[in-house]
């Protein structure tokens, strides 16, 4: 894996937000819109989470399984790429990328026993299958960093070991959202100190005009961190239902 960020696919393949902003054809023909896209990108990184949490795998495998999900829905439908499927089998991928090997067949037993609804359920032929499809959709770029990279030292140099808690607690809200596609890791890492510091009410001013770092995007990537927790308290589990309604059941 590439060590420098900067070097790396995963700066390489940085988007715009209009980019990533783009319903599918496909999904829109099936009335899917832009917030319906969202929510299912959200509430399919809540399933990633659940099933992570009962085959015992780190954070970061979490993380890089919702990102590759995200970055599929940059190139391909939800139509083609049915996301109760494409979850699982990302999370399956991720933990091979990240040495934590998981067995599709316990990812199975815990989708059958957790999800009573026939379209979650699947089979690990289907797992290994949608895994080489999401392979090629991401041109087998499997690198992602993550801002956890360095957030234990931002936390520590900027004075917020107290907060060390919250920060990664934001770090890990952020993937509920498209940022790790949009921006470099770290910079997200310091919008999320930026915003511990704000919730603690610590003026770190002058440590972050030290990092000669771009404030307005630091604080722009804050914003949305905070605009996003305010849209999520708006969610229901009634728009999130209405949302995948609109998906068909996996043929």
């Given at each position: 894996m590439a060590t420098n960020f900067w070097a790396s696919t995963h700066y390489k393949i940085l988007l715009d937000q209009e980019e990533v902003d783009v319903v599918p054809n496909?999904?829109?023909?099936?009335?899917?819109?832009?917030?319906?896209?969202k929510l299912?990108?959200?509430?399919?990184?809540?399933?990633?989470?659940?099933?992570?949490?009962?085959?015992?795998?780190?954070q970061r495998v979490?993380?890089?399984?919702?990102?590759?999900?995200?970055r599929v829905y940059t190139r391909k439908s939800m139509t083609e790429y049915d996301p109760?499927?494409?979850?699982p089998s990302c999370l399956y991928l991720a933990a091979k990328s990240e040495e934590s090997t998981v067995q599709a067949r316990l990812l199975v037993f815990y989708i059958k026993k957790f999800y009573a609804d026939e379209k979650y359920r699947?089979?690990?032929?289907?797992?290994?299958?949608?895994?080489?499809?999401?392979?090629?959709a991401?041109?087998?770029?499997?690198?992602?960093?993550?801002p956890y990279r360095a957030l234990s030292q931002l936390v520590q140099d900027a004075g917020m070991s107290d907060a060390t808690q919250l920060t990664w607690g934001l770090v890990n809200d952020t993937y509920k959202t498209d940022l790790i596609l949009v921006h470099p890791p770290h910079l997200i890492g310091l919008a999320?100190?930026?915003?511990?510091?704000?919730?603690?009410?610590?003026?770190?001013?002058?440590?972050?005009?030290?990092?000669?770092?771009?404030?307005?995007?630091?604080?722009?990537?804050?914003m949305e961190i905070l605009d996003f927790y305010d849209a999520h308290k708006m969610i229901t589990e009634d728009r999130v239902n209405a949302a995948m309604h609109k998906?068909?059941?996996r043929t």
């Open positions: 496909l999904d829109r023909e099936r009335g899917i819109t832009l917030d319906d896209f299912i990108k959200l509430h399919m990184t809540n399933y990633i989470a659940k099933l992570a949490q009962n085959v015992k795998v780190r979490v993380a890089t399984a919702v990102t590759y999900m995200r109760r499927l494409l979850a699947c089979e690990i032929k289907e797992i290994l299958e949608m895994e080489m499809k999401i392979l090629e991401l041109n087998y770029y499997l690198v992602v960093f993550h999320c100190v930026y915003v511990a510091s704000v919730l603690k009410e610590k003026d770190n001013t002058a440590w972050f005009e030290d990092l000669r770092v771009d404030m307005n995007v630091v604080k722009n990537i804050a998906l068909t059941m």
